[in-house]
């Protein structure tokens, strides 16, 4: 066995209950230097409850890594009691070019009989892919994994920037890209407070904004987890904010800064297409109400900027490499799988579906029509049955937007860490995870039942004939468009944590001004 694993802080005197397996076989086309296959296991079993290796022609491999960490007593450091995570396991096994196009057998061992339904999920994963063609090395970019998904090239292509700028050491890589999260979500933070000083004019409303951003844990819980979300909302929340410039002041240097921050939002996260197809609606709606040329150019400006750059960092990355990624899975698929059941809940992303269909452009028509088949039995099947139908986006709807964690504590206990988590860290991922996300809940539901009351109070000044800006429907109408997306395309809990997040100013304000009519109630009585 390579690279065990075994010491002093190892359960001793236990069997092994229960075994679990699969077979997978890696594709050489999809195989780069340094890539790894990780075994997750989905469910509860135990503190040190299961264990995972691999077999391939005979040969047994063990996991160097494991998330969390293996437990060890080196002597810089007290022991970590990591006993207290008792659930979905990650195990990190590095994969070599001879095991490619071979038959790999996953065994999981499990140590107690009563925790024995939890499933197995492995997933090819690359390390490093920025920092490698930051350094010269294109090995990852020639692999399948791109051609499914090549609008992830932005992100990657923002790491690389990082990787350029930062001189980041291999090692310290991912460390670095954690912080870089962080600033970027306190960039994102002073973007919303000056939006609620734009909107909303009150040095109360504004003030709660800044405490309330603070206290929302989950934005930051997340920032660990290297992935486009956080660099993305940043962009896109200063272009909100230069948007919001633009209608209020006319000065057309807002609105350009506007297209090219949400179009290098779109560069690092594509859902961020949703902001800019949101303000060319409001452009649209602001044109109609007059100076029509101006207003009309303002609309093919930004339509023009983000729609005719969407794609550069792809481009760049084809010129580079001399790769041709086409356009990726088909849209439909994303559909396919929306309206489809997962392992996980209704709807949420599942790579069994359509997407291993796909290996590349030649694939783009028969995935798509497969696709399409699918989504037409779907439809038949939600006609026939409408209580079902109704069940389905009902618990799909649940599933993201009431989970008050939006996968922030899972992120931080499945993936690999740097050291034992002390702190505020062992407190949310260990003894204290149940009390954190109950606190957590209860803040989300106060954030929902604000943002509803400012919407209340918006729909009562529009009938009290005051009116409603046009910048005032921006942020609602983002929100309502990624509500709508997410109920029928692809779903995740943490893919509507921007749109919560963007929320806070307007339940600040509809709190504030539900307090201002009690008062005033009560003082004409």
């Not at 999260?181 to 904004?209: G, H």
């Not at 550069?312 to 084809?318: A, F, S």
């Not at 006609?383 to 964690?405: L, M, R």
Request: net charge neutral.
């Amino acid at each position: 066995l390579t690279t065990p694993r075994a010491n002093n802080l190892l359960p001793a005197g236990r069997k092994v209950s229960h075994a679990k397996g699969t077979t997978l076989q890696i594709d050489k086309k999809d195989w780069a230097k340094g890539c790894y296959l990780t075994v997750g296991l989905e469910g509860y079993h135990g503190a040190e409850g299961a264990y995972t290796v691999i077999e391939c022609e005979g040969k047994l491999y063990g996991a160097p890594d494991r998330s969390p960490s293996y437990k060890t007593n080196a002597w810089e450091y007290i022991t970590a009691a990591g006993g207290a995570v008792d659930h979905h396991y990650s195990f990190y096994f590095p994969i070599t070019e001879e095991l490619c196009d071979k038959p790999i057998e996953v065994k999981v061992m499990g140590m107690n009989d009563n925790l024995t339904n939890y499933g197995i999920r492995c997933f090819l994963c690359y390390a490093n892919e920025a920092y490698k063609l930051a350094n010269g090395d294109y090995s990852p970019i020639g692999t399948v994994y791109f051609k499914r998904f090549p609008f992830q090239l932005g992100y990657v292509f923002w790491t690389e920037i990082c990787s350029r700028l930062l001189f980041l050491p291999d090692k310290t890589w991912g460390l670095v890209l954690q912080v870089v999260n962080i600033i970027c979500l306190a960039f994102a933070n002073v973007a919303l407070v000056r939006i609620s000083e734009r909107l909303f004019k009150n040095k109360a409303v504004t003030f709660a904004t800044a405490v309330m951003l603070i206290l929302f844990s989950q934005s930051v819980i997340f920032s660990s987890f290297m992935y486009g979300t956080i660099p993305g909302f940043a962009f896109a929340v200063w272009a909100v904010y230069n948007f919001i410039a633009y209608i209020q002041d006319e000065k057309i240097k807002n609105l350009v800064l506007a297209s090219i921050l949400v179009t290098v939002a779109v560069w690092i996260k594509l859902n961020n297409l949703i902001f800019a197809v949101a303000m060319i609606i409001i452009l649209v709606v602001h044109f109609l109400r007059g100076e029509y040329l101006k207003r009309f150019l303002s609309v093919c400006l930004m339509a023009l900027i983000v729609f005719g750059a969407k794609n550069l960092p792809v481009i760049q990355y084809e010129l580079r490499t001399g790769n041709d990624f086409g356009d990726g899975i088909p849209m439909v698929c994303w559909l396919s799988m929306g309206l489809g059941d997962s392992v996980f809940a209704p709807g949420w992303y599942d790579s069994q579906d359509t997407i291993a269909l796909f290996d590349g452009p030649e694939d783009a028509d028969y995935a798509s029509d497969t696709a399409k088949e699918r989504i037409k039995e779907r439809i038949e099947y939600f006609k026939e049955n409408p209580d079902k139908a109704y069940t389905f986006f009902k618990d799909k709807t649940y599933s993201q937007w009431n989970e008050p964690t939006f996968s922030s504590i899972w992120n931080n206990k499945v993936r690999g860490q740097y050291a034992p988590k002390v702190g505020y860290a062992k407190l949310v991922c260990g003894e204290g995870e149940e009390f954190t996300k109950n606190v957590m809940d209860v803040n989300v539901q106060f954030l929902y039942f604000g943002f509803m009351l400012s919407s209340a109070f918006m729909i009562f000044d529009k009938f009290k004939k005051k009116g409603i800006k046009d910048e005032f429907i921006l942020i609602p109408t983002v929100i309502i468009g990624g509500f709508l997306y997410h109920l029928l395309f692809e779903a995740k809990s943490q893919y509507v944590l921007p749109y919560v997040v963007i929320m806070i100013p307007y339940c600040v304000w509809g709190t504030y001004r539900l307090t201002v009519y009690i008062r005033n109630f009560i003082k004409n009585r």
